[in-house]
Nanobody, 120 residues
Framework: QVQLVESGGGLVQAGGSLRLSCAAS????????MGWYRQAPGKQRELVAQ?????????VDSVKGRFTISRDNAKNTVTVYLQMNSLKPEDTAVYYC????????????WGQGTQVTVSS
């Protein structure tokens, strides 16, 4: 089992910045990937950014150059951050943290979600 606790989010004006954090604990061993997804009202959940335990990073095109994902690997906890700069109204969504192992058929674990609202 993996537990994910998210923090951050909130209301910001367009052009502003926010930072999301997600702390993972529990069975956080082996090769894994942590990522941030978002879901806007009426839209499907989409992958925003992800980072592997080996440090490989990827972003959806719409956030490249504006968002930065990073992770801090401690002994019993892994924390992933999403620094969001130059926010746009279209970034408004509920953001979810995700954890899974890099093996076929791995279970996905999700955080509780945190609301990000960008006003124009």
């Amino acid at each position: 089992q993996v537990q994910l606790v998210e923090s951050g989010g909130g209301l910001v004006q367009a052009g502003g910045s926010l930072r999301l954090s997600c702390a993972a604990s529990g069975s956080i061993f082996g090769a894994n990937v942590m990522g941030w997804y978002r879901q806007a009202p009426g839209k499907q959940r989409e992958l925003v950014a992800q980072i592997t335990s080996g440090g490989s990073i990827s972003y959806v095109d719409s956030v490249k150059g504006r968002f930065t994902i990073s992770r801090d690997n401690a002994k019993n906890t892994v924390t992933v951050y999403l620094q969001m700069n130059s926010l746009k109204p279209e970034d408004t969504a509920v953001y979810y943290c995700n954890y899974c192992w890099i093996i076929p058929g791995s279970m996905n674990y999700w955080g509780q979600g945190t609301q990000v609202t960008v006003s124009s």
